[in-house]
């Protein structure tokens, strides 16, 4: 029912800014609450960021507040993760997902909530 893609990853040095996007296919896209998680090698995944369907409501990890900000375009399907002050740590594979809900204000931090994910974009922050 959604389908997502993730694009906008890539190598950059510490302190560099990079914009992440998550494009999904259809219409129930807009309402679908989208979280954002990450995943390092050998470590869990992790979550970074959610939004509600309406956008009214946005939750960060502790690791990223004030750093990361996410918002969504349903006009285009867009769900974006900027990020800012980028540390070594951040490196990971990111990954959104998306959970189809009936409530607007409505978003979930746990991974095990969401139905669909994307295939991940990889994000290298260099020291």
């Known amino acids: 029912q959604v389908q997502l893609l993730e694009s906008g990853g890539g190598l950059v040095q510490a302190g560099d800014s990079l914009r992440i996007s998550c494009v999904a296919s259809g219409r129930a896209f807009s309402r679908c609450a989208v979280g954002w998680f990450r995943q390092a090698p050998g470590k869990e995944r992790e979550f970074v960021s959610a939004i509600s369907w309406s956008g009214s409501s946005t939750a960060y990890a502790t690791s990223v507040k004030g750093r990361f900000f996410i918002s969504r375009d349903d006009a285009e399907n867009t769900v974006y993760l900027q990020m800012r002050s980028l540390k070594p740590e951040d490196t990971a594979t990111y990954y959104c997902?998306?959970?189809?809900?009936?409530?607007?204000?409505?978003?979930?931090?746990?991974?095990?909530?969401?139905?669909?994910w994307g295939q991940g974009t990889q994000v290298t922050v260099s020291s």
């Open positions: 997902a998306a959970v189809l809900t009936g409530t607007s204000a409505y978003y979930s931090i746990a991974d095990d909530e969401y139905d669909y």
